[in-house]
């Protein structure tokens, strides 16, 4: 049986989502605050410590998940993020990946902080959102850290809006035509974008280099379950990769609890054959990550 991977994981300590408000406020990451636990609306954040991540991931068979760092305003929480994904990751190496947090305009010092981690065996670099970072992936700072993954022949995870919904609150706009733009300047650079690339991957209008990869994360907040088939028949069966996004309650009206069975079912639900069901669901995913 071909394993299960979710490719789009954030994960955080209970010391950090006990309190997020304060927590982030000690660090001056007002984003993330306002996206997880914002003042103004309900949140449809969910948490989970490494146990009930663990738990989670047993009761939907999901083998293996990727950790993604957050988009952190600041180079030093990045450190932090990617402190504990390293901890989590070397106590249950069977289970848990990571993605390096950076953030790409802190100049040298997040290029030589993420080659640490790479060496330290991370699988890859993200998820980044460059407008909220304070960068743009035109920047000379951001060509630093793709050299930086070229030489690892790692991904980077980016974080795609659907313009659609870039009106909303805690929706950060990002034209997609920048990273149809990326994906050339870097030929030789692998990108992850997530959240079916804001919609990219869904419109054949698009024509897309080969070095971009989509994954499903939060997908069902944002478009039908036929996203998937859609996906697939656009972008190739190759090139789709399911990630979550968990603890995201991405089924907001059905509980409390963030978990991975719905997304699953709801994929086990559509028409993919077995073979496109097997790609999507984790081949894809490690064949990248076993090209290093
Ligand atoms: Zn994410």
Do not use: K
């Not at 953030?103 to 407008?131: C, K, S, Y």
């Amino acid at each position: 049986m071909p394993l299960i991977v979710d490719g789009h994981v954030h994960a955080y300590p209970a010391t950090v989502f006990e309190s997020a408000r304060t927590w982030a406020a000690q660090r001056d990451e007002t984003w993330w605050a306002d996206c997880v636990a914002p003042t103004d609306r309900p949140s449809i954040q969910g948490w989970a410590d490494l146990d009930q991540l663990l738990r989670d991931m047993d009761a939907a068979g999901v083998d293996q998940a990727v950790m993604l760092g957050w988009y952190w305003q600041h180079q030093t929480t990045c450190e932090e993020n990617n402190q504990w994904m390293a901890r989590w990751r070397r106590a249950h190496p069977d289970r848990l990946r990571a993605f390096a947090a950076v953030n790409p305009a802190a100049g040298r010092t997040a290029i030589d902080q993420t080659r640490r981690w790479l060496d330290d065996g991370f699988n890859g670099i993200g998820e980044l959102l460059d407008r909220v970072q304070g960068f743009r992936y035109a920047d000379s700072t951001f060509a630093a850290l793709a050299e930086l993954a070229r030489r690892y022949d790692v991904p980077c995870n980016l974080h795609v809006t659907d313009p659609l919904l870039d009106q909303r609150p805690g929706m950060q706009p990002t034209p997609l035509a920048d990273f149809t733009t990326l994906a050339t300047t870097f030929p030789d650079n692998t990108f992850i974008l997530a959240h079916l690339g804001g919609g990219l991957a869904l419109d054949p209008g698009h024509r897309l280099p080969p070095n971009l990869y989509f994954d499903t994360a939060a997908v069902p907040l944002i478009y039908a379950p036929t996203c998937y088939r859609q996906a697939i028949n656009t972008v190739g069966i190759d090139r789709v990769i399911f990630g979550s996004d968990y603890p995201l309650r991405v089924y907001p009206r059905r509980g409390p609890t963030p978990d991975f069975s719905r997304q699953i079912d709801a994929i086990r639900g559509t028409d993919l054959t077995p073979t496109e069901f097997d790609a999507i669901m984790g081949v894809n995913l490690l064949t990248l990550l076993a090209r290093d």
